[in-house]
């Protein structure tokens, strides 16, 4: 199977786009991929480069210097192209404006706006979106960093962890608490920096996703403009769960391109790895593998579309995308392991790619609202 291109989904603007974000990676980040997984890190500039081919704006205002956010599907092509670097932690970090931006744009003032979106979309900022807490995980209800309103300023002070893009970004979209307990005392603060009181922690060292950085935040008696609220008072919890159908469709889609590049390096590795005398491929029970994942592949890829296009008609779509998000990590979850498996020992070497793609998976079914909390979701749309 391969990432065909289907008429009822993508146009010939879609293909162009795909085009374009395909020699981005060809040229830009697979000759350098490794090195910089290695070095936990990539270089700055790339949010540049992707930025001036127009690849961060898609998904974003037109208005603010996007391509539009009514596209879906034009995300989708570019997202499955991007993946094609075999990075998940590369993407990530690449794409946390995709999170950390729209509650600025849905809800800042016009002049908060203004100062922070064309910047992130041109690549000469990067934003990180800021609401994981040492105690809390997916429970965002419970957050507990405070912000108490202090004449024209809100008086942070808490901890975030696991921040994507948290050590170099330089704007942050952070969730607090100025209300009561539960969803109706959280808002959004835009939070600088640089911002006295606020500092950034070590790069954690993670499972995988190594090209991306991944933060711990500290705020201590912060003083932040209350021009950066982000929508009213109290209100931020709605734009969090904005933001989670677009990071849902984002996460299956790395997660079926994962599962996708899995069986494509097992595919050529059986016609060449000779056992008991014979290519791998002419082994029954390998061929047998291989038609299950590539048919799993092929039903995630699918279900996403479907997913994606209710999406891009404005059907609510809270169940089927977290449907979408638990189907196709789980199809992940099977196809990188059975790649690991078929390579064998070599499988297991940092030097094959199946390895970089079984590490990456595994964050795929927790980040965005762990398969937990999306059964959770599906059951309470049931009526449960």
């Known amino acids: 199977m391969t990432n065909t291109i289907y008429p009822p989904y993508f146009n010939e603007t879609h293909q ?15 000759p350098h991929i490794a090195e910089w997984e290695e070095a936990g890190t990539f270089p ?5 480069k992707a930025g001036a081919l127009g690849l961060l704006g898609i998904g974003h205002p037109q208005r603010l210097g996007g391509a539009g956010e009514e596209d879906v599907f034009l995300k989708v092509a570019v997202s499955e192209e991007l993946m094609r670097s075999t990075s998940g932690g590369l993407v990530a970090s690449l794409g946390s404006l995709d999170i950390g931006l729209p509650p600025v744009w849905r809800g800042g003032t016009p002049a908060l706006q203004e100062k922070v979106a064309p910047a992130v979309i041109a690549g000469d900022k990067i934003i990180s979106l800021a609401i994981t807490e040492p105690s809390g995980g997916s429970d965002v209800a419970s957050l507990r960093t405070r912000a108490v309103r202090d004449g024209d300023h ?13 050590t170099r970004a330089d704007y942050y979209t952070v969730a607090v608490r100025t209300g009561a307990e539960g969803y109706a ?20 060292k993670k499972m995988g996703w190594w090209a991306s950085d991944t933060a711990e935040l500290f705020f201590e008696d912060c ?26 469709l984002s996460l299956a889609i790395m997660a079926y391109m994962t599962a996708q590049m ?21 082994h029954q029970v390998i061929r047998h593998k291989l038609a299950e994942m590539a048919t799993r592949v092929e039903v995630a890829r699918e279900y996403t579309y479907r997913v994606a296009a209710r999406m891009q008609a404005g059907i609510p779509s809270i169940s089927e995308v977290s449907m979408a998000k638990n189907f196709a990590t789980d199809v992940a979850d099977q196809v990188t392991h059975e790649a690991v498996q ?6 297991y070497m940092r030097e094959s790619v199946v390895e970089r793609l079984y590490r990456d998976n595994r964050i795929l079914s927790i980040g965005g609202g762990t398969h937990e909390i999306m059964n959770e979701i599906i059951s309470k749309q049931m009526g449960l």
């Open 44 to 48: 700055r500039e790339l949010y540049q």
């Open 223 to 248: 003083r932040v403009p209350a021009s950066h609220l982000i929508g009213p008072e109290n209100a931020g919890f709605m734009l969090i769960m904005a933001n989670f159908q677009a990071e849902r």
């Open 185 to 204: 005392g959280v808002s959004m603060l835009l939070i600088e920096r640089g911002t006295p009181g606020f500092s950034i922690g070590r790069n954690l």
């Open 154 to 166: 809100y008086v942070v002070n808490g901890a975030k962890t696991f921040i994507t893009s948290g």
């Open 262 to 282: 899995a069986l494509e390096a097992c595919l050529d590795y059986v016609k060449d790895r000779v056992t008991f005398g014979k290519p791998l491929a002419k």
């Open 342 to 347: 078929i390579f064998g020992g070599m499988g």
């Open 16 to 30: 162009m786009a795909r085009e374009t974000a395909r020699r981005f990676v060809e040229q830009e980040i697979k």
